[in-house]
């Protein structure tokens, strides 16, 4: 079982440049999300989605875009690449509870390390 | 902001003794749940515990849950080496969409040292 696999595992990029970040499971969950994590800011939710054609926005959806064509795939974009992105951008997944992902446990990718200069 | 805050921000113990984290929140919460982060790694689900319950176990580890006063507190027994990692509790809280999504705290950095 691959789980969740993020690619790719490093990222250089000049600020304005695009990129897109790819996540896939294969365990066949109905939520997805992304989450970025900074130095002394833990994890924040960046979007999120409950099943194919459904996304919504979490916490810092700034300069971010998502979409979901298929319950496999959750792919990131960033359009316009600034310094303030550099971070370590998790994907996750789960089931779908009753009341959204919350309720079921999280399984997270390895991990993109983003540098934005 | 942050749903949830964990306390120590580090804490460094020896093997053999026991690592206390603890987590709190701020708004009422469904269930709340523990991870580990191994350095460079993705974080990985240690355990979940509903707003209805008061004390989890889970091999080495004891997760209890005060609804009252709004906290939650991670107790691992007989450290070891391997135990070294960060430590993160996670809170739902409702989005616009009507799905509950899960908030992370900064989490807690052990060092177990042999």
């Known amino acids: 079982n691959a789980g969740v696999t993020q690619t790719p595992k490093f990222q250089v990029l000049k600020t304005g440049q695009s990129m897109t970040l790819q996540c896939a499971q294969d365990?066949?969950?109905?939520?997805m999300s992304w989450y970025r994590q900074d130095p002394g800011m833990g994890l924040r939710l960046i979007h999120y989605?409950?099943?194919?054609?459904?996304?919504d926005q979490g916490e810092v959806p700034n300069g971010y875009n998502v979409s979901r064509s298929t319950t496999e795939d959750f792919p990131l974009r960033l359009l316009s690449a600034a310094p303030s992105q550099t971070s370590v951008y998790f994907c996750?997944?789960?089931?779908?509870?009753?009341?959204?992902?919350?309720?079921?446990?999280?399984?997270f990718g390895n991990g993109t390390r983003l540098t934005v200069t | 902001s942050q749903q949830g805050e964990e306390d120590p921000q580090a804490l460094s113990i020896q093997e053999g003794e026991n690592a206390t984290m603890n987590c709190s929140y701020k708004t009422s919460i469904n269930n709340l749940q523990w991870y580990r982060q191994n350095s460079g790694r993705g974080l990985v689900h240690l355990i979940l515990?509903?707003?209805?319950?008061r004390e989890k176990h889970s091999g080495r580890l004891r997760v209890t849950l005060d609804t009252s006063k709004k906290s939650s507190s991670l107790l691992i027994t007989a450290s070891r080496a391997a135990d070294t990692a960060s430590y993160f509790c996670a809170t739902d809280a409702m989005f616009s969409g009507g799905y509950n999504k899960l908030i992370f705290g900064a989490g807690t950095r052990l060092a177990v040292h042999p």
């Open positions: 515990i509903r707003s209805n319950e």
């Open positions: 365990m066949n969950h109905e939520y």
């Open positions: 989605s409950v099943g194919a054609g459904i996304t």
């Open positions: 996750a997944s789960s089931f779908l509870g009753s009341r959204g992902g919350a309720n079921s446990p999280l399984h």
